[in-house]
C-alpha cells in the first residue's frame, strides 16, 4: 500500500487549501479508518481528521471543525482534506494514513500503518 500526499503550499490565514492522498495497492474503503494528521516543528504528531470505513462516520478534533472537511473520491481512490478559514497555528506537516484501529483508538496514530510522505502546510499571518 502506498500513500501520495499532495497539495500543500504556503497560504495566508483566512485562507484555503485542498490537500490529496493518492493511494495505490489497495482501495481505501477497504481500511477501517483513513485520514489525516500533522505535526508541527517541537510537537508531536497529532489527528486532525478521520473518516470511518464506507463512510460510516466523520470525526474531527476540535479545533478544525468547522473549517476543515474530509472527503473520498471512490473512483479515484483518494482522500481529501478541504481546510478554509486556515489559521497561522493550523501550520504543519500534514500526513495521510489509512489503517484499522478499533473506534475508540481512531485518533491514536500508533493504529494507522500505512501513511503518506506528509506535505507541509504554512500559513502566514
Known amino acids: 500500500v502506498q500513500l501520495q500526499a499532495s497539495g500543500g503550499g504556503l497560504v495566508q490565514a483566512g485562507g484555503y487549501l485542498r490537500l490529496s492522498c493518492a493511494a495505490s495497492?489497495?482501495?481505501?474503503?477497504?481500511?477501517?479508518?483513513y485520514g489525516w494528521f500533522r505535526q508541527a516543528p517541537g510537537k508531536e504528531r497529532e489527528f486532525v481528521a478521520v473518516m470511518r470505513h464506507s463512510g460510516a462516520g466523520l470525526y474531527y478534533t476540535d479545533s478544525v471543525k468547522g473549517r476543515f472537511t474530509i472527503s473520498r473520491d471512490n473512483a479515484k481512490n483518494t482522500l481529501y482534506l478541504e481546510m478554509t478559514s486556515l489559521k497561522p497555528e493550523d501550520s504543519a506537516v500534514y500526513y495521510c494514513a489509512a489503517g484499522d484501529p478499533i473506534l475508540s483508538q481512531i485518533s491514536a496514530s500508533e493504529g494507522y500503518p500505512y501513511w503518506g510522505q506528509g506535505t507541509l502546510v504554512t500559513v502566514s499571518s
Open positions: 495497492g489497495r482501495t481505501l474503503r477497504t481500511f477501517r479508518s
